[in-house]
């Protein structure tokens, strides 16, 4: 401690420290606050002290397997969307980030209700926010402006910033609806305390259950032209080319007739295996309702955490109950099988087991995060936490800088899984490395 070279170490360290403490704390000044390291499309979250490093860790993780998912895996098969029914490892990540940015919509918006906002500033705060998500995902990611000028007779306009989107704006407008000012004032000696954290939103619940409701109506009860009410086949040579036009179902016959065949997604992951005819749009209206449903349940994790907050063992206890009633819900859906069940798991119809087990995940994930990271301190978080503090702009950056150097060169073997993996691993590096520099320059993108 009497050398200088410790001694201005130790203060180097300290000041690092501190300085991560004011990025992180409600007490920052104005142009470090909370919106300022804001993930996606909403405020970060915390506590009444810092930020849970867990739930940037869990995003930043969800961000990094999608961007090596989208980048190519690798050429991989379980790096690779199914086709149809069932899960691969690219099937997880998209779910698990729309969770826990229901997670951070519970934290966010009830510090800033503490804080003295108003309910109708804070939603048009929401309002402003979804816009700007959509007009980027419509106008930035999903054009191709390499073929040509863009062109409004073939632009999609469902897509994964679109999704965000309305997901975020209905979430945060329900829990606007039923979100308490105040939490010290909950009377501890009422029957319904111990399950605070679910009965005291049961308006919003009634809410997200109808929604689930209108979701299986429409997809087993709306008559579809030329097609078996109910069905849920990717058409195509599926099904013994039965219904060769029948993807999606009702899914797939609202998006054609609302937005138009030209406005959708033309080569969904059904067209490799079942050669499907039409145009399918995995991101499309009827799957967003059920993005909803998993928002929801990602803002239960986010009540959880502030109705029990610094009660680690409540904590994580009631993660594992969701997880595992989560879990026997999806078993009965889907009988455990791939196929045979009364509801398989579909990404791309986001069917209702696929909601279930996907949160069932989540829910596990987020406990082992949270125990590693906000309860043992075992792990920083890193590198995943750095791109969870500045999500929304890795996400556009990796699509729109997708096809230039370093994030891709041209191969000598194309047919080469090493060479793939190799250059798919660089590029999602990279944006690790850019997020880490630009969380040392104290540089986020907010909306």
């Known amino acids: 401690?009497?050398?200088?070279?410790?001694?201005?170490?130790?203060?180097?360290?300290?000041?690092?420290?501190?300085?991560?403490?004011?990025?992180?704390?409600?007490?920052?000044?104005?142009?470090?606050?909370?919106?300022?390291?804001s993930d996606s499309p909403i405020p970060p979250t915390t506590d009444s002290s810092s930020r849970l490093r867990s739930l940037d860790t869990f995003r930043g993780l969800s961000l990094v397997i999608m961007?090596?998912?989208?980048?190519?895996?690798?050429?991989?098969?379980?790096?690779?969307?199914?086709?149809?029914n069932g899960l691969t490892v690219a099937d997880l990540v998209f779910p698990w980030f729309v969770f826990?940015?229901?997670?951070?919509?519970?934290?966010?918006?009830?510090?800033?209700?503490?804080?003295?906002?108003?309910?109708?500033?804070?939603?048009?705060?929401?309002?402003w926010r979804s816009l700007q998500l959509f007009l980027i995902g419509v106008l930035i990611i999903n054009p191709n402006y390499c073929q040509g000028p863009l062109s409004w007779d073939s632009l999609r306009i469902p897509?994964?910033?679109?999704?965000?989107?309305?997901?975020?704006?209905?979430?945060?407008?329900?829990?606007?609806?039923?979100?308490?000012?105040?939490?010290d004032t909950i009377p501890t000696d009422a029957?319904?305390?111990?399950?605070?954290?679910?009965?005291?939103y049961w308006p919003a619940w009634l809410c997200v259950i109808a929604m689930e409701t209108l979701w299986l109506c429409l997809t087993f009860l709306l008559p579809v032209p030329d097609c078996p009410t109910g069905y849920l086949g990717p058409g195509g040579i599926g099904d013994y080319e039965q219904y060769p036009n029948c993807t999606g179902g009702a899914a797939g016959y609202i998006d054609r007739w609302l937005l138009g065949e030209r406005h959708i997604y033309q080569n969904p992951s059904s067209r490799?295996?079942?050669?499907?005819?039409?145009?399918?749009?995995?991101?499309?209206?009827?799957?967003?309702?059920?993005?909803?449903?998993?928002?929801?349940?990602?803002?239960?994790?986010?009540?959880?955490?502030?109705?029990?907050?610094g009660l680690h063992s409540k904590i994580m206890a009631r993660f594992l109950m969701w997880g595992f009633a989560l879990g026997i819900i999806s078993a009965i859906l889907t009988k455990c099988s791939k196929d045979q069940g009364f509801i398989p798991i579909n990404k791309n119809l986001w069917s209702l087991s696929y909601v279930t087990t996907l949160s069932?995940?989540?829910?596990v994930v987020l406990f082992i995060v949270y125990y590693a990271v906000d309860v043992r301190r075992w792990w920083s978080g890193a590198p995943f936490f750095y791109p969870g503090m500045n999500?929304?702009?890795?996400?556009?950056?990796?699509?729109?800088?997708?096809?230039?150097?370093?994030?891709?060169?041209?191969?000598?073997?194309?047919?080469s899984h090493g060479e793939h993996l190799a250059q798919n691993l660089v590029a999602t590096s990279v944006w690790v490395l850019i997020s880490y520099v630009l969380y040392r320059k104290k540089i986020f993108w907010k909306i």
């Open 100 to 127: 826990i940015m229901g997670t951070s919509i519970s934290l966010s918006l009830s510090t800033a209700l503490l804080r003295g906002s108003s309910r109708i500033q804070l939603f048009g705060k929401v309002l």
């Open 391 to 415: 999500s929304i702009l890795v996400y556009v950056g990796h699509e729109v800088f997708e096809d230039y150097f370093p994030f891709r060169w041209q191969m000598h073997n194309s047919q």
């Open 272 to 309: 490799v295996v079942y050669q499907s005819r039409v145009p399918y749009d995995p991101e499309g209206v009827l799957g967003s309702i059920s993005s909803v449903a998993m928002a929801f349940l990602g803002l239960q994790a986010g009540k959880i955490l502030l109705h029990y907050k």
């Open 360 to 363: 069932c995940f989540a829910f």
């Open 1 to 37: 401690m009497r050398l200088d070279v410790t001694r201005n170490l130790l203060f180097r360290l300290g000041t690092t420290v501190e300085t991560e403490r004011l990025i992180n704390s409600e007490l920052g000044s104005p142009n470090r606050t909370l919106e300022s390291s």
């Open 191 to 200: 029957w319904w305390y111990s399950g605070r954290d679910f009965l005291l």
């Open 67 to 84: 961007v090596f998912v989208n980048y190519g895996g690798g050429r991989y098969w379980f790096f690779r969307h199914e086709s149809w």
């Open 159 to 183: 897509g994964v910033l679109q999704r965000l989107a309305f997901t975020y704006l209905s979430v945060a407008a329900l829990d606007l609806m039923v979100a308490r000012t105040r939490l």
